[in-house]
């Protein structure tokens, strides 16, 4: 079988995996006569920190994975949180790596059970919650985390009912990271730009209506402090029909500074930098003088109550409290001045960060780092019990972090497992699980499965020139195949 593997934005990613059969599985027996020295390992989560995982366990020769996901479709971020026009390249298989979706750990099969199927059970199904912002007005109409803003237009399942209304000419995210500029750069991208991606039809449809001329990005620190990276940054300078709004005396005196930081950050900061202090050159200033949408960087603003229409129906502005920074380095803190302004808007989209919840009454969880709490990936008192990815650390770091995080999970599992430290008999593993789901009604997606789903999305979108046209009900997929 050829080995492929994905790649994230030209970085070398994860495998992919194939059933070891098109649906029948082998019986308890065949599994211990031919397994008895085959460590039977379970993934929870088919996002890129599962996949990782999955990769680095699949070095021991003979280890058996099989990737438990909720959704029935696999991928996770991949899939449903990146935004359409960064799309993923491909994929790989491995006989000894098994995907079964529409299986919600912790609802249909506890972690317990898990644990008695499998050697090990490592956790990875990353941060599916966002963070609160815990100010006044912020359950009102036209206001929604970014989380599920691009949950929306990548067809996650759970987030189709939110219809966000863009009649509005002036949008507000709060905060400053990757996920704010993705969601910035899809609400002030031309519609005919993104046809050809595989955003949904029902999103593509909102966004052609949209009404938003102006995006504003909201941090309570400064430049320095900004959490997206210089290839995000530098796709909104350059989006079509736009122009960027910065304003120079943000950026006094960093010059000054730019040699204390590492080079990433400066190169992004030379980049911010030339874009808010030097005169544009002729092609570029035609460019942003012909412009009909604007994004905006905001520093030194923390939000305190979303202000409501006359109407109390939806949102009619942030009020801000002026900041400044405190303290140096990593201990930098923004604190009020107590100054406010008031910016007008009427969507209000908080990206101010993600956070896991807890999946299993058996597993510990710090509710307050909103992490399990683990050494290595081993979790806490728990042998046999691991965790990788944003449950593992946080919701914090590019892909690549996910990366390396991951393979030292792996590496820790398979050290255990060589020291005699996990089970030491056979397993059922997969076997045992199918028998519980059947009996509960549960019809699991498999890799092939997958594929059909994923050649009728293909075949869907080829109408309209676009790479997929994303099934993003969950009763379809399953009418579909059958189950």
Not at 211 to 231: C, D, E, N
Not at 288 to 315: C, N, Y
Not at 403 to 413: I, K
Request: aromatic share 6%; glycine share 10%.
């Amino acid at each position: 079988m050829t080995s492929r593997c994905w790649r994230w934005w030209g970085r070398s990613a994860w495998p992919w995996t194939r059933p070891l059969s098109t649906g029948s599985t082998p019986s308890f027996r065949h599994q211990f006569s031919t397994q008895e020295k085959t460590p039977q390992i379970c993934v929870v989560g088919s996002g890129p920190a599962g996949f990782y995982t999955a990769q680095h366990l699949l070095k021991h020769p003979q280890a058996h994975v099989d990737i438990y996901e909720k959704q029935p479709v696999p991928f996770g971020l991949v899939r449903f949180g990146v935004a359409p026009d960064h799309p993923e390249v491909k994929t790989a298989h491995s006989g000894r790596c098994a995907f079964w979706g529409n299986v919600e750990v912790g609802r249909d099969v506890t972690v317990p059970e898990l644990r008695e199927a499998y050697h090990a059970v490592v956790l990875s199904y990353g941060a599916e919650d966002h963070r609160a912002l815990e100010i006044p007005g912020e359950e009102l109409p036209g206001v929604c985390s970014a989380r599920a803003f691009v949950g929306w237009y990548n067809g996650l399942p759970e987030n189709q009912e939110l219809k966000p209304d863009l009649s509005c000419d002036t949008a507000v995210i709060l905060g400053q990271g990757n996920v704010a500029l993705d969601v910035a750069r899809i609400l002030l991208t031309p519609p005919e730009h993104l046809e050809k991606t595989d955003i949904t039809k029902a999103a593509l449809g909102v966004l052609r209506q949209s009404q938003v001329k102006t995006v504003w990005l909201v941090g309570r620190r400064g430049p320095l402090q900004v959490a997206f990276t210089i290839k995000e940054l530098r796709e909104m300078i350059q989006l079509p029909g736009t122009r960027p709004i910065l304003d120079p005396v943000d950026f006094l005196g960093l010059q000054d500074r730019l040699k204390e930081v590492p080079r990433p950050r400066k190169r992004l900061m030379e980049l911010l930098l030339r874009t808010a202090m030097e005169k544009p050159g002729r092609e570029e200033a035609a460019h942003w003088a012909s412009a009909s949408r604007a994004w905006g960087l905001r520093f030194f603003r923390s939000p305190q109550q979303v202000l409501p229409s006359p109407d109390g129906r939806g949102a009619a502005g942030v009020r801000l409290a002026v900041t400044r920074l405190e303290g140096v380095g990593e201990a930098t803190r923004a604190v009020p001045t107590g100054v406010m302004e008031d910016l007008p808007c009427g969507l209000v989209l908080s990206s101010i960060g993600y956070k896991s919840r807890p999946i299993d009454p058996s597993v510990p969880f710090d509710s307050k780092l909103g992490v399990i709490p683990n050494v290595e990936g081993r979790v806490t008192d728990v042998p046999g019990l691991y965790c990788s990815g944003w449950v593992k650390r946080g919701p914090t770091g590019v892909i690549a972090t996910t990366m390396t995080d991951s393979f030292l999970t792996g590496q820790t599992l398979l050290q255990d497992l060589k020291a005699g430290l996990l089970p030491s008999g056979p397993r059922p593993g997969s076997a045992a699980i199918q028998a519980l789901l059947s009996s509960r009604g549960v019809q699991p997606v498999s890799f092939s499965d997958w594929e059909k789903l994923d050649a009728e999305e293909v075949a869907r979108g080829q109408s309209t020139g676009k790479p997929r046209e994303k099934l993003v009900d969950p009763q379809e997929m399953l009418c579909l195949l059958g189950h």
